[in-house]
């Protein structure tokens, strides 16, 4: 599959997720292609959590992503479930003005509320495209990448510096940047490539061309 040229939309539930999925991805594209990155909840309401907002924001750029293509949806934390209509709507209204060619979601195995619905719902309003899952390593049961891609060392690196951007989240242990490498090296191992990141495949949508 070539990235080059396309409308690619990331959506995560909460600041650190599309990080966490797919940062080296991201970081490994977003130079040619046209990239989008959509999260749901800004985690705001959490007195805790003041602090991921600013840090999203500097992980993000880490990752040549500019501000301009980091969006913050309206949704709270943790009731997704309950907005799962509002969530339908706001990613139609998504795919009207910014017309994806490709998106990374999360995994269907992923068992966190928040992120079970926004995929559910992704399916739902972005039917006709390509949708692969990532995988947040803390809520992921039965995870299994059918679609690998691979990253350069350079792009593992650049994700490790942007999970270190988040001060907030530095103890816990799936901001470790070893496992953060380890999963690339292992998700390679299956390419037969240093380093790859792999998602589960929700839908491919291809044609065979001349």
């Known amino acids: 599959m070539n990235f080059s040229g396309k409308r690619v939309l990331f959506l995560g539930a909460h600041p650190d ?58 949704f709270t934390t943790r009731v997704f479930p309950n907005a799962r209509q509002d969530i339908l709507e706001y990613f139609l209204k998504l795919r009207q003005e910014f017309n ?43 995870f ?19 999970l270190s951007q988040y001060e907030t989240y530095r103890d816990r242990y799936y901001f470790n940047s070893e496992l953060t490498r380890s999963i690339m090296v292992r998700h390679g191992a299956l390419a037969e490539r240093p380093f790859a990141e792999g998602f589960d495949i929700l839908r491919i949508v291809g044609k065979f061309g001349d």
């Open 17 to 74: 997720d599309i990080e966490l999925g797919c940062g080296a991805l991201l970081h490994h594209i977003v130079g040619q292609t046209d990239v989008l990155c959509v999260t749901l909840s800004d985690n705001q309401t959490n007195p805790d959590l003041k602090n991921v907002l600013d840090e999203h924001y500097k992980s993000m750029s880490v990752l040549g992503v500019s501000k301009d293509k980091i969006v913050f949806g309206p």
């Open 100 to 142: 994806p060619d490709l998106i990374f979601t999360h995994s269907k195995q992923d068992v966190h509320q928040d992120h079970n619905t926004m995929t559910d719902e992704a399916l739902r309003a972005f039917r006709g495209i390509t949708v692969l899952g990532f995988d947040v390593v803390r809520s992921s049961y039965g």
């Open 144 to 162: 299994f990448p059918h679609f690998l891609v691979e990253v350069s060392e350079e792009d593992v690196n650049k994700k490790v510096e942007a």
